[in-house]
């Protein structure tokens, strides 16, 4: 099992950053892959970014594509991501999460079995 923490939310204008940090332990060896996803309330958790832990391989939502970037740091077993040209609809709790089997694609929940506690990132207007 994989436990994660992220850290990095907050309060931010429209326009500005931020960078979320989600680091792993437990057996992050294990890992396949890293993602963030996103939740506002009434709404169902929406698919945000997803890296290969091995090669770098990254997707994108087509909503935060050219304005996040997601990257990792494997000797800390941590993963980034990095907010640019952050807008009011970005506003969420942000969750990362860790898959440790392989799939053609990460952006869906299933093929995640650990999730982080969650960060919020509001962006006002």
């Known amino acids: 099992q994989v436990q994660l923490v992220e850290s990095g939310g907050g309060l931010v204008q429209a326009g500005g950053s931020l960078r979320l940090s989600c680091a792993a332990s437990g057996r992050p060896f294990s890992m396949f892959a890293m993602g963030w996803f996103r939740q506002s309330p009434g709404k169902e958790r929406e698919f945000v970014a997803a890296i290969r832990w091995s090669g770098g391989l990254t997707f994108y939502a087509d909503s935060v594509k050219g304005r996040f970037t997601i990257s990792t740091d494997n000797a800390k077993n941590t993963v980034y991501l990095q907010m640019n040209s952050l807008k009011p609809e970005d506003t969420a709790a942000y969750y990362c999460?860790?898959?440790?089997?392989?799939?053609?694609?990460?952006?869906?929940?299933?093929?995640?079995?650990?999730w982080g506690q969650g960060t919020q990132v509001t962006v006002s207007s």
């Open positions: 999460a860790a898959s440790t089997s392989y799939s053609s694609s990460y952006d869906s929940p299933l093929p995640y079995g650990s």
